[in-house]
């Protein structure tokens, strides 16, 4: 079957890998975590209990996505080393060492961020107390921190260099304006989100890969053609 589709459409597979990681963003970030500098804050955040089938909706999507997304990158990286040549390329070796880190970071983001609202949940069933919740929170993030924080570098920063250089050495065949078309740079636009609602720019990070994605499929390769 995947024989048959062009490399279009397999790399619109990270276009679609990546609305299952937006829906997946919102049901984990949406309404769970905050900051506030209410009397009430803890640390200078608050916390609200939230139905934990949101977290194991929001796991589940992140494994559909690293599988989509991999089917994506694996094209995506092909037409870039032999219709491109940029094999060679520093840029593109960013690029995709950042792409082939997202197939597994983007299922472990979702699994590893979900641990911390179930334990705060479980956190608020047992003691009533959001200090001590919170508490039993910043535990766990202690542990995971580290991966959290090398994937973030791996993967958004190096795929945001990587994309940016490309792009403004014309490397690839997109105009300059594409090269905002990355997950850092969307991130810090949907920073903005959060003044109408906090946890509104829960999704722009996996938003920024679409876009990049949905240029990539769109100019990078023709409609019938297969790499």
Not at 124 to 138: F, P
Request: hydrophobic content about 55%; some cysteine; glycine content about 10%.
């Amino acid at each position: 079957m995947m024989k048959n589709l062009t490399s279009r459409q397999k790399i619109l597979f990270g276009t679609y890998a990546m609305i299952l990681a937006m829906l997946g963003d919102y049901l984990l970030g949406f309404g769970t975590f905050s900051f506030s500098d209410s009397p009430d804050a803890y640390l200078g955040m608050t916390a609200n209990v939230v139905p934990d089938w949101r977290y194991a909706v929001s796991s589940v999507l992140g494994f559909v996505c690293a599988a989509l997304f991999a089917v994506a990158a694996t094209e995506l990286m092909k037409v870039m080393e032999k219709k491109y040549g940029l094999a060679d390329s520093r840029l593109y070796k960013l690029f995709k060492i950042a792409n082939w880190g997202g197939i597994l970071y983007f299922a472990f983001i979702h699994i590893g961020i979900c641990m911390l609202p179930v334990v705060f949940n479980a956190g608020m069933e047992i003691t009533g107390s959001l200090q001590a919740s919170m508490d039993m929170v910043l535990r766990v993030l202690k542990s995971i921190a580290v991966p959290l924080g090398l994937g973030f570098v791996i993967c958004d920063v190096f795929v945001t260099i990587g994309w940016i250089g490309l792009v403004v050495k014309g490397k690839l065949p997109v105009r300059k304006i594409a090269l905002i078309c990355n997950p850092v740079a969307i991130s810090l636009l949907g920073q903005l989100m959060n003044y109408i609602a906090e946890g509104l720019d829960s999704g722009f990070e996996s938003f920024g890969w679409l876009l990049m994605y949905l240029v990539c499929s769109l100019k990078l390769v023709d409609r019938t053609e297969k790499v």
